[in-house]
């Protein structure tokens, strides 16, 4: 592309071989207006799709390129709703493809296919490699399409979530976050965020300064519609970031005003980074959000805790339901004029 052999366009980097130095250089021409701004990690999804159907048998090129035109890419659309691909969701649908690719050589190296196969055999391949739920729905779907004749679906109820933590138990681990000195403070922000007030960790990363408001006498934080109140040791934690980010000297644009910016030009940090980070400490996000989820159905009124956590409000009405909900004194979540 310097040399002007080729013109500087996303079809040339696709060509490339998918590499983090390519994906920045994509992402630092979309951030100086070279490129025009697409998903990346859902443009570098179909560019693997691709490549990886292009190195399979044409006839099971063909049947794996319907599931994944039809089937898997509107899912993931549907799915992300506008919002850029995670990379912890990118990298989960990447191995996803890639094993159902090993799936299909597996049964062409056994003289078999997906016209053939039996469920016994999808099971001692599945029971080898325990990859029920990577190639479930492409077996779901073949079967649907009346590729798989062999093969019935059948439904699996999971064992269920881990027991939610009380209000003492969930006070105790706030203290052991706010204390412990070993976590970053980014994911110690995130953590806290999902303790305290049920965020979900793909909503905490892509917070913007634009989110924080730092009056003289309280600092509030719009998670959703309604502004919310932190709590001053939280306030001060914020405080302390914002000081830190403005000190820090950074070459990576950061034009969003990301709160959380990360290690690509105008992007945010990755949730699957800070969900590691946290479960590497002993720190379950999901289920600390999962908890406080709980316990804020139980008293607040669904159309509150829509605006205040950013949950749709028939999920808000169905979590008060499950959770026994009644309602009364719940707790001041929404900033009213002249409320504390």
């Given at each position: ?7 500087i ?35 570098d ?5 691709a490549?990886l159907?292009?190195?399979?048998p ?11 035109r039809?089937s ?18 990118f990298?989960s ?26 469920q016994?055999?999808?099971?001692r391949?599945v ?17 649907k ?30 203290e052991?976050v706010?204390t ?6 980014s ?32 600092m ?8 919310v109140h932190?709590p ?15 000190a ?27 969900e ?47 959770a ?8 001041g ?8």
């Amino acid at each position: 592309m310097v040399r002007r052999e080729a013109p500087i366009s996303h079809r040339t980097i696709d060509d490339l071989p998918p590499t983090t130095r390519v994906r920045y250089l994509r992402r630092t021409l979309i951030s100086a207006g070279v490129l025009p701004d697409i998903d990346v990690l859902l443009n570098d999804l179909e560019v693997y799709a691709a490549r990886l159907l292009a190195a399979l048998p044409a006839s099971e090129a063909a049947m794996l390129g319907r599931y994944v035109r039809w089937s898997l890419m509107p899912l993931i659309r549907r799915n992300l709703q506008g919002q850029p691909m995670s990379r912890g969701a990118f990298r989960s649908r990447r191995y996803q493809l890639r094993l159902i690719a090993e799936f299909l050589e597996w049964l062409r190296t056994n003289d078999l296919s997906m016209g053939s196969v039996d469920q016994p055999a999808i099971d001692r391949f599945v029971n080898a490699k325990q990859l029920r739920q990577q190639i479930g729905p492409f077996v779901s779907w073949a079967v649907k399409e009346r590729i798989a004749h062999n093969v019935s679906v059948t439904t699996t109820h999971s064992r269920g979530n881990k027991p939610h933590l009380s209000d003492d138990e969930l006070t105790e681990v706030i203290e052991r976050v706010f204390t412990l000195e070993s976590l970053p403070r980014s994911t110690k922000l995130i953590t806290l965020f999902a303790l305290i007030f049920a965020q979900p960790t793909g909503a905490s990363v892509a917070l913007t300064q634009e989110h924080v408001h730092d009056a003289p006498e309280r600092m509030s934080m719009t998670f959703a519609k309604t502004p919310v109140h932190l709590p001053d040791r939280l306030a001060d934690l914020v405080r302390e970031h914002l000081r830190e980010r403005e000190a820090t000297t950074t070459h990576h644009p950061n034009e969003a005003g990301w709160l959380f910016p990360g290690t690509m030009p105008n992007q945010h940090v990755t949730a699957a980074s800070i969900e590691r980070i946290a479960s590497a400490h002993g720190l379950s996000l999901r289920r600390f959000r999962s908890s406080r989820l709980q316990h804020f159905a139980q008293s607040v009124p669904a159309s509150v805790l829509a605006d205040v956590v950013g949950i749709a409000t028939d999920t808000a009405y169905r979590r008060g339901i499950d959770a026994g909900g009644v309602w009364r004194g719940y707790p001041g979540l929404r900033e009213t004029t002249g409320g504390p």
